[in-house]
Every structure is written in C-alpha cells, then in structure tokens.
C-alpha cells in the first residue's frame, strides 16, 4: 500500500505563515482506496485494450467510480447497460461486482468473446450459493442472501441459481419477519460490501431464529471492506469530521461513511471528488479524518489533501491498521498469456 507519498512531498507546500493560516490536523485512514478486487478488474479493462485494441465494451460500470470509469472510456472502453448494445465481433468485459449466469450464456450464444473481471471475493459467495443449493437436490438449502436489493452484486449472486431458490435480507427488520417454508432446510451468504456491524445483527438473529441455518465457512464481507471499515473506526472517535471518498453509488464507500458516524466523529461526509468538496464544512474542523472507498483511487485523496495545505498549515498523521499485499491473477485468457 504506497500511501506515504502524500505525506512526505507535503513539506514545501506548509511553509506558510501561521498568522494568516490556521492549522488542521488531519488524520488519514489506512488502509484506503483500491483493493485487489478492484485493481485486477482494471486491469483487465487495460490489458484487454491492449492486446484487442479499442473499443473493448464492458457491461455496467467495471468498478463504482466515475473517476476510473471516464478514465478507461478515454483509453477506448465503451461502457454498456446489456450485451444487445455490443456488436457481434466486440470484445466484453463484465464488471468486477459479477452477473447472473444468464449473461455469460447470452455471450456464448452470440459468440462474443467476453472477459469476466468478477472479483474473486465474489466468486467464492457465488460457489457457496451453489453448494448449499446442491442443484436442488435432497440435500439443497434454501439460501437467505443478505445484502441490499438492487446492488449489482446482489444481483448477480442471486442470479447464480433459479428463480426462488434465494431470499434476500436487506436489513434485521427483514431478519425478524421471514418465514421459510423448512425452517430446517436453511443457509445464509452475505454482499461482501456490506457494514461487518450490521451484518453481525441480522446473522446473530438468524441463527438465534433458524438454529440450523448454515453459514460460509470463512466470512463472506471481503477483506477489504472489514479493513477500512477498523481504520475508519481509529480514526473517527478523534474526527471533528470524517470524509470519505467515494461514489454516492458505491456500497462499500456509504458504509464508511455510517461507519464513522457510529464511531464518534461528530460528522461524515461522503465526496466523490475534489470538485465536489464544499469547503465551508471545514469552518470549525480542527481535526478531519479521511479515507477512501475500495473503488476510489488515491490519486482522489492526494487532490483533496493537496488542496487543502493551499488553505491550512496541515498537521498530517496517517493511521494504518492493517498492511494488505493480497494480488489476484487477471482471468482467462489474458492470465495465460502473461
């Protein structure tokens, strides 16, 4: 995680007078910005541009940030809502949140060749959806899904097995009042963006409701989410304000930001850019805490945190919780010709 750089070339900037500037301190949250997941579906967009040449279309946005999306659309990405609007000899990617098993089918059919940049995270729930289905044999569960309806990886989780063999739990009231037909007969999976607090509630009152329900062997929220999650949780007792980086349509950015709030920062905001931020909401901030989505990258931060030594003598300190090094490989066909 190379984060130190926002600090270290900061020192020319602060020479300021102190009379005419006051100071804020702030506190960045570490880890923050990309993860694995995200920079391999990026990746992919790049490599298959440069080994097919543009366009390279790809199905919905790669990752939930307006910032990497426009940045791919000028390297040549088109970016489409359903495979109808890719031509037949187009090259696809589908994004990193994964799709229901209809959507690479629809590919074959056409003949398209098509690159699934689906986060390997994700995968993993996929492949425990379908084994607690069991093909609809004697021994499938039926499968409570916890997640928020209508995310795109909720989407196509749920899209992995038929119609009516998933139940999903947008929240604990949801938990409270479900009523399976065999109680007995019962499994949960979970988005892997989700709050680890609020996710934590709805399994405590599942398995306390469904005794027999079974859960993933390892926890489904990905790494990533629980560790921006803890540093957020550092930083936030101490945060006059907290600002979190991200596109309003990104899951795992919105819950850093009630992450924050719930950890004692007086307030959260969530931004996604540096045009975005109105400044005035650091008139009494003597300390603000910052951190950014998994989908966010740092380039983002150092905009922000570079703006701001224009208008305060910065007093930086930078709170890292967890060091993380996890890579994946790029998918089928490119990981093999690397």
């Not at 994004?95 to 209809?102: I, L, M, N, Y």
């Not at 992995?160 to 109680?183: C, F, H, M, S, Y």
């Amino acid at each position: 995680m190379v984060q130190n750089p926002v600090i270290n070339r900061l020192d020319d900037n602060l020479a300021k007078s102190t009379d005419t500037i006051r100071t804020l301190r702030v506190l960045l949250a570490g880890p923050r910005g990309f993860c694995a997941g995200v920079d391999r579906a990026i990746r992919v967009v790049e490599e298959a541009l440069r080994r097919y040449g543009a366009p390279v279309y790809v199905r919905h946005e790669i990752v939930h940030n307006r910032t990497v999306v426009e940045s791919l659309e000028k390297k040549g990405a088109i970016f489409v809502e359903e495979l109808d609007e890719v031509p037949a000899d187009g090259h696809v990617v589908f994004s990193a949140h994964g799709v229901p098993k209809t959507v690479p089918a629809e590919a074959e059919r056409r003949n398209l060749l098509y690159l699934d940049a689906t986060c390997p995270l994700v995968s993993k729930v996929h492949r425990e959806a379908e084994r607690h289905f069991a093909g609809g044999s004697e021994d499938s569960r039926h499968i409570l899904m916890i997640g928020h309806a209508g995310h795109p990886e909720v989407v196509g989780t749920m899209g992995q097995l038929p119609l009516g063999a998933v139940t999903l739990i947008n929240d604990a009231d949801e938990a409270r009042r479900v009523e399976p037909k065999d109680p007995t007969r019962l499994a949960f999976i979970t988005q892997t963006t989700l709050s680890v607090d609020d996710t934590s509630e709805i399994v405590s009152i599942l398995r306390e409701r469904f005794p027999l329900i079974e859960g993933p062997k390892k926890e489904d929220i990905c790494y990533a989410t629980t560790n921006r999650q803890e540093a957020v949780k550092a930083i936030a007792p101490e945060s006059d304000l907290v600002i979190v980086i991200g596109s309003p349509n990104s899951s795992n950015s919105q819950r850093l930001r009630e992450v924050a709030e719930r950890s004692g920062a007086k307030a959260a905001l969530l931004v996604p850019k540096l045009d975005a931020l109105d400044w005035s909401v650091l008139d009494d901030v003597e300390t603000v805490g910052i951190t950014a989505g998994a989908s966010a990258p740092e380039s983002l931060v150092q905009e922000i945190v570079d703006a701001m030594s224009k208008r305060f003598r910065l007093n930086i300190e930078e709170r890292i919780v967890k060091e993380e090094n996890v890579t994946f490989r790029l998918p089928s066909p490119l990981g093999d010709m690397l």
